[in-house]
C-alpha cells in the first residue's frame, strides 16, 4: 500500500511540475509588482514608445502564427454516434446449437471421404467451442441455421446485407441524419467482397449522393475497423464541413470451414454474426450532440517478418477445402504486434511521469543488460479509463491483459462481448465500448482505447475522449440482457459453466 501511494504521489507531483512551479513564480512576479511606482511605470511607457517599430514586429509575427496555427491545425473529428447489429432472437446459436451446425457442414459435404461424424475432429471442436469464453446466446446466419446449410454466395450476400443495413437503419433512426448529407462512406468486410462492391450496395440501398467518396476494404482482418476509422480521419481534414460513414462487418456464411484441418477449425469455435455503422463528422456545429473526440489513431503492421505474415492465412487444405488457418504462434506475434503499437502510442498520450520511468528504465537496460532484463511496463491506466481490446478469443485477451497489466475489470467488456456475441471481427470494440456506455461508466472527459488486432499482422489503436455523459444509445445490443453481466467463466473446467458475479455494476 505505502509503494502505491508513493507512486501516486510521484504521479502527481511531476504530472503538475509545471503547475505547482507557477504558482510560487507567480506569488513572486506578484510582489515585485506591487513594488512598482508610478516613476517605473512612465519609464516603462517611453521605452516602448522609443522601439515602436520593434513592439509592432513582435506582434504582427504573434498575429501571423497564431492565423498559421487556426488555418493549418487538423479539424477535429467527432464521433456523433453508433449502432451496433443485433439479430433477430431465431438466429441464436447455443454452444450444443453450434456443434450441430459443424456436424451438418460436415455432413452436407458429400465430396468428403472421412466420415462425417468423425469423432476425432467433432470432439476437438467441441473441446475448442467449450474453452472458448463464447455463451450460449450467440448468433449465426440464417443460411447455416437450415438444414442443410447453404453455403451458396446467395446465402452470404443475404446475411451481409441483412447485417449492414440493420446497423444503418438505426443508426439514421438515432442520429436524424439524412443518409444525402453523407459526404464518406469506408466499408470493412474481409471475407466477402461481391461485385458490385459492399460500398456500392449502401449507395443503392441508402440512395446515397453521386458525389460521394466511398471505400471498400477487403482482406484486412479483425482490424480493418481501426483502418477504416483512420481512413475516414484522413478524408474528413481534406473534405470539410461533411459526414463520414464507417461500417464495420465480417461474412461467417463465406468464412465457414468444412475440412479436417485442425489450425482451421477453429476459427468456426470463435466467429459469429455482427455488424456497427459509425457517424462521424468534422463539422463545429455537431460537437454538442456528439458522444466523443477522435484522438489518437496508430496503425501497426508487422507483416515485412514471415512469421507474421502466416500466422493468420486463407487457403486450400490437403483436401481442397478453403479455410482460414490460425497458427500456434499467434498469440506470441499479437503480442510483438502490440508492444511495437504501444511503443509509438505511449508517448502520445502517457502522463510526463510514466514517460520519465521508461526512458529511465531504457537506458539502465542499455547499459546493465545482464541485470535488467525487461523494461518498465507504462501503466496505461493512468492515461486510459476504458479498454476495448478485440474479442478475438479468450487466449488474446489474456495476452493483452497481462501484457498491460491490466486487472479483471479493466478487460470485462472484452470479455462479457465475447461471451454475448462471439468474435464479430472488426465491429467487436465497438459492442464493448457500447458495454461500458451500458453500464453507465463512461464519464465526461474519460478515454477510451479500441485496440485492433489481424491479419497481416496488423496491431491498430483508436483512442476517443467522452464528450459528456455517455449514455447508451437506444436500440443499443446490450439493452435486455446488461443485467446478466459481467459473467465468470470457469477457465479449469473442461465444460462451458458460467457464473454471474452478484453486485458487480
Not at 452436407?108 to 476437438?124: E, G, K, M, Q
Not at 440493420?166 to 461481391?194: H, Q
Amino acid at each position: 500500500m505505502t509503494s502505491v501511494n508513493a507512486k501516486l504521489l510521484y504521479h502527481y507531483v511531476l504530472t503538475n511540475f509545471f503547475n505547482l512551479c507557477l504558482f510560487p513564480l507567480t506569488a513572486l512576479l506578484a510582489g515585485k509588482a506591487s513594488k512598482l511606482t508610478a516613476n517605473d511605470l512612465y519609464h516603462f511607457y517611453s521605452h516602448l514608445q522609443h522601439n515602436l517599430i520593434t513592439v509592432i514586429l513582435l506582434f504582427a509575427f504573434t498575429a501571423f502564427g497564431l492565423v498559421l496555427y487556426i488555418v493549418t491545425r487538423p479539424k477535429p473529428v467527432y464521433l456523433v454516434d453508433y449502432s451496433c447489429y443485433l439479430p433477430p432472437p431465431h438466429l441464436k446459436v447455443s454452444v450444443s446449437k453450434a456443434m450441430d451446425i459443424f456436424y451438418q457442414i460436415r455432413k452436407a459435404d458429400t465430396s468428403r471421404n472421412v466420415a462425417c461424424d468423425d469423432p476425432s475432429s467433432l470432439d476437438f471442436l467441441r473441446k475448442i467451442q467449450e474453452r472458448s469464453g463464447l455463451g450460449d446466446e450467440t448468433y449465426s446466419p440464417q443460411g447455416l441455421i437450415n438444414v442443410p446449410p447453404q453455403k451458396t454466395f446467395a446465402a452470404s450476400r443475404e446475411e451481409t446485407e441483412q447485417v449492414i443495413i440493420g446497423a444503418l437503419e438505426k443508426l439514421f433512426e438515432n442520429t436524424k441524419v439524412n443518409p444525402r448529407e453523407i459526404g464518406i462512406l469506408v466499408v470493412n468486410s474481409s471475407m466477402f467482397n461481391p461485385t458490385p462492391s459492399l460500398s456500392a450496395m449502401v449507395v443503392n440501398t441508402f440512395k446515397l449522393r453521386s458525389n460521394i467518396k466511398s471505400f471498400s476494404l477487403g482482406g484486412m482482418g479483425c482490424s480493418a475497423g481501426v483502418i477504416a476509422i483512420d481512413l475516414a480521419k484522413d478524408l474528413l481534414h481534406v473534405h470539410k464541413n461533411t459526414y463520414a460513414l464507417v461500417v464495420s462487418t465480417e461474412n461467417i456464411t463465406q468464412g465457414i470451414y468444412a475440412g479436417e484441418n485442425r489450425s482451421m477449425m477453429v476459427s468456426n469455435c470463435l466467429f459469429r454474426v455482427g455488424g456497427a455503422a459509425i457517424l462521424l463528422s468534422n463539422k463545429l456545429g455537431d460537437r454538442r450532440r456528439s458522444k466523443y473526440k477522435l484522438c489518437h489513431t496508430v496503425r501497426t503492421h508487422t507483416g515485412a517478418d514471415d512469421k507474421s505474415f502466416r500466422c493468420v492465412q486463407q487457403g486450400d487444405d490437403e483436401g481442397g477445402k478453403i479455410g482460414v488457418c490460425l497458427s500456434k504462434d499467434i498469440t506470441v506475434v499479437a503480442g510483438t504486434a502490440l508492444k511495437k503499437n504501444i511503443a509509438t502510442l505511449g508517448p502520445l498520450i502517457l502522463p510526463l511521469s510514466e514517460k520519465f520511468l521508461f526512458l529511465v528504465t531504457f537506458i539502465a537496460k542499455k547499459l546493465l543488460k545482464d541485470k535488467i532484463k525487461h523494461c518498465y511496463v507504462p501503466d496505461f491506466k493512468l492515461a486510459i479509463d476504458h479498454f476495448c481490446i478485440h474479442a478475438g478469443g479468450r487466449a488474446v485477451i489474456d495476452v493483452l491483459e497481462k501484457s498491460l497489466g491490466l486487472s479483471p475489470i479493466d478487460v470485462e467488456a472484452s470479455r462479457s462481448t465475447l461471451h454475448r456475441f462471439g468474435n464479430t471481427s472488426s465491429s467487436s470494440i465497438w459492442y464493448e465500448l457500447a458495454y461500458i456506455e451500458a453500464k453507465g461508466r463512461m464519464k465526461k472527459g474519460n478515454r477510451a482505447w479500441q485496440i485492433a488486432l489481424g491479419s497481416g499482422f496488423k496491431c491498430n489503436s483508436a483512442v476517443w475522449v467522452a464528450l459528456c455523459n455517455v449514455k447508451a444509445s437506444a436500440n443499443s445490443p446490450w439493452e435486455h440482457c446488461i443485467d446478466r453481466y459481467p459473467v465468470q467463466i470457469d477457465s479449469d473446467s473442461s465444460k462451458s459453466e458460467t457464473h454471474v458475479k452478484n453486485g458487480r455494476t
